[in-house]
């Protein structure tokens, strides 16, 4: 089981003003923003997504933006097991990590875990669509 250290979290919907808070704090405290947004992980997908301007991640760099292209799967159980590295990073450089967005799933797997289930297999998956295609015809 992964230890976590100690961390701040600030949660809440779309538009509250979570970033706003997050970087006013960056200036003022030692700490280092984890964004927990499913939507912000992806490069590209900058419509729609409430992610922070180039100007707001100047002010205040961002763990967990734009590290993967739309093409590739992202998981809670990846974001678990990346928040828990930034966070035991964050906290060996004597910061305190704050972890901000709006997708409750991933701080519920942070907070809790996950269970443990098979990864799925993409030619299972290709191979159910297909079949519903075919039941569909």
Avoid: C, W
């Avoid at 992806?42 to 739309?70: Q, V, Y």
């Avoid at 809790?112 to 799925?120: K, N």
């Amino acid at each position: 089981m992964n230890i976590r250290p100690p961390a701040i979290f600030l949660m809440g919907p779309t538009a509250s003003g979570k970033t706003g808070v997050a970087v006013e704090l960056a200036q003022h405290l030692p700490i280092e923003l984890i964004s927990v947004d499913s939507a912000l992980v992806f490069r590209d997908m900058d419509i729609g997504t409430a992610k922070p301007d180039a100007a707001t991640l100047a002010r205040a760099p961002h763990h967990l933006i734009d590290i993967i292209d739309p093409t590739e799967a992202y998981s809670a159980a990846a974001f678990r097991k990346d928040a828990l590295r930034l966070m035991a990073d964050i906290t060996a450089r004597g910061k305190v990590p704050l972890l901000v967005g709006g997708t409750m799933l991933y701080y519920k797997a942070l907070r809790e875990g996950l269970s443990p289930l098979p990864r799925a297999v993409m030619s299972a998956i290709s191979r159910s669509a297909s079949l519903r295609k075919a039941a569909a015809e």
